[in-house]
């Protein structure tokens, strides 16, 4: 049976949706379920170069900075490569403790690159960069 791409695009997005999940729990496993071993995540002045990587460095968050926050998560687009590699490009920030909305200097464009390995689509790499709006 092969899957249509509305049935890709619906895991992915709920891939995604459980990452976010995870995050407001402040559960750094859950976090990092759906990543590869060997997956990476680049943020501004931050490279972290495996899932366990990923995973220490959010249960740290979670145990301090990002105690409490959660995030908002606008999918702009999801693009394929073939049948098995994904690109998904979204607009997201932190919300923290005490705060109505991500204030607009801490959004991000965030790229999100998933590989679909035995079926499920899993997050190979990711990367943000803030949100250069004009003035």
Do not use: C
Not at 29 to 50: M, N, Q, W
Not at 85 to 108: C, W
């Amino acid at each position: 049976m092969t899957e249509t791409r509305s049935d890709d695009v619906t895991a992915i997005k709920a891939v995604l949706e459980d990452l976010y999940k995870a995050w407001e729990a402040g559960d750094a496993d859950a976090f990092v379920k759906d990543y590869t071993e060997d997956a990476t995540s680049i943020l501004p002045g931050s490279y972290r170069a495996s899932r366990e990587e990923v995973r220490r460095n959010m249960a740290e968050g979670f145990a301090s900075y990002l105690k409490g926050s959660t995030t908002i998560d606008r999918m702009e687009s999801v693009r394929f490569l073939g049948g098995d590699a994904a690109i998904v490009v979204s607009e997201t920030g932190v919300k923290f403790q005490g705060e109505d909305e991500v204030p607009a200097e801490r959004m991000v464009h965030a790229t999100w690159v998933l590989e679909k390995r035995d079926g499920a689509w899993l997050i190979a790499a990711y990367h943000n960069s803030p949100v250069v709006r004009p003035s």
